[in-house]
């Protein structure tokens, strides 16, 4: 409904399984951007495309892989996670990632990520 | 260290009641601020946005304060209903390509 859309909804995996998380969106935005959120903790922002690049990588683990074939799609592919992983991954978008400041983000629901 | 802080985890007020929720920041200098709401199982949804040299932005029954003095940003909601229970957030903007959040505060309105 917000027009950015996340698969799955739900996943549970194991700490050795190979996953991806998918974002798309359809509001014709350039940037989009992976935040975590953890119980009774900040979202936390991971990484940011713009254009198709990455703009910002937040000292995030390399168990968690982004990637960007356009503008359009994000993946967040997840190996070798740790159970303090599990979270709801958030996608959001911008019309592009401004300097200024004035990103007014567009969530998508979120994949919640158990990991066992 | 920079901190974001929203008065309380949880606010529970009466249905009509203004509630009012409170974030303040220290190490800062925003450029903007922005309040969400996040319903259960949802992603936030943008509410609004004040920039530093606004003292006041409102959009229906919604009204939000931002004092760079006191660094605190008040977010009211009048005559409150139970449709108005969510988690609300506030997320500093500063010059940099990023946003900070806080933890948020649950709001619930009592019919």
């Known amino acids: 409904e917000t027009g950015v859309t996340q698969t799955p909804r739900h996943l549970v995996m194991g700490m050795t399984n190979k996953k991806s998380l998918k974002c798309e969106q359809h509001l014709g935005h350039n940037a989009m951007y992976w935040y975590k959120q953890s119980a009774k903790k900040p979202l936390e922002l991971m990484f940011v495309y713009n254009f198709k690049e990455q703009t910002e990588n937040n000292s995030v683990p390399s168990r968690f892989s982004p990637e960007c074939p356009n503008s359009s799609h994000l993946f967040l592919h997840l190996h070798t996670l740790q159970p303090e992983d599990s979270a709801l991954y958030l996608c959001a978008s911008t019309p592009e990632a401004s300097s200024s400041g004035a990103n007014v983000l567009t969530f998508g629901a979120g994949s919640r990520l158990t990991v066992l | 260290s920079q901190k974001i802080e929203q008065n309380s985890e949880a606010l529970n007020i009466q249905e009509g009641k203004t509630a009012t929720l409170t974030c303040n920041y220290t190490?800062?200098?925003?450029?903007?601020l922005q309040w969400y709401r996040q319903d259960p199982g949802r992603g936030p949804v943008f509410l609004l946005l004040?920039?530093?040299?606004?003292k006041e932005k409102r959009k229906e029954r919604l009204k939000v304060t931002f004092d760079t003095t006191l660094k605190q940003s008040l977010f009211h909601i009048t005559a409150s209903q139970p449709a108005d229970s969510a988690t609300y957030l506030c997320a500093l903007a500063t010059g940099a390509n990023n946003l900070f959040f806080g933890t948020g505060t649950r709001l619930t309105v009592i019919p």
């Open positions: 190490n800062y200098s925003p450029a903007y």
């Open positions: 004040i920039r530093e040299n606004e």
